[in-house]
């Protein structure tokens, strides 16, 4: 992972820095890059990507035109085209999820965001998400982009997830907590 990651990290710093330095670039950018990290996730794809029949120019025209498919001409700019280029002439196309990763914390940390997920055992109400907005707020100092699914297999609680912190609050991760603590 951390290997991936040392690759990634010069392309997804000059992402943004280009992104940022456009008014509007950080969202499209973002849009953008999530269409060709999902696309590139793919199993298919991944084999496609790492095939040496096909060429670097091959590869970006495939990849280009499914992220014009998925995201739409007006998020993928020329800008966009050429990046994903780079990333084929230097064989690092199969690195763009760690690349739209890291984007998406330069962005986060850019904008003062952080991004929290809630996975509960039962649908969050409005009211449960302003009290977790409001307690993440004060936490993080930062502002809260939310996101909320439903997982039964939880049986009752919930987990939030934001940035590093895991935050376990579901039954069967208290049961856990309480049986490392009779073992002790």
């Known amino acids: 992972m951390a290997e991936t990651t040392t690759v990634a990290r010069p392309y997804a710093r000059a992402a943004f820095e280009y992104a ?16 060709a990290a999902t696309i590139a996730s793919d199993a298919g794809m991944q084999a496609l990507l790492a095939s040496p029949t096909l060429s670097a120019a091959d ?9 014009r498919a998925a995201a739409g001409d007006k998020a993928i700019s020329d800008e ?32 003062k965001t952080i991004h929290a997920e ?12 302003a009290r ?4 993440l707020k004060k936490r993080f100092n930062r502002d809260v982009a939310l996101e909320c699914r439903v997982d039964q297999s939880l049986i009752g609680g919930a987990v939030i997830r934001a940035g590093d912190v895991v935050i376990d609050g579901s039954v069967g991760g208290q049961l856990a907590k309480f049986a490392t603590a009779l073992r002790q």
């Not at 002439?89 to 199969?94: I, K, Q, S």
């Open 80 to 111: 966009f085209c050429n990046f994903v280029r780079l990333l084929a002439d230097n064989g690092r196309l199969r690195s763009l999820v760690d690349i739209a990763a890291l984007y998406e914390v330069f962005r986060s940390e850019a904008e």
């Open 20 to 35: 940022q330095s456009k008014k509007g670039g950080l969202k499209k950018w973002s849009e953008a890059l999530s269409a």
């Open 118 to 129: 809630v996975i509960s055992a039962f649908e969050v109400d409005d009211e449960q998400k």
């Open 59 to 67: 590869k970006t025209s495939l990849l280009v035109d499914l992220c």
């Open 132 to 135: 977790i907005v409001t307690a």
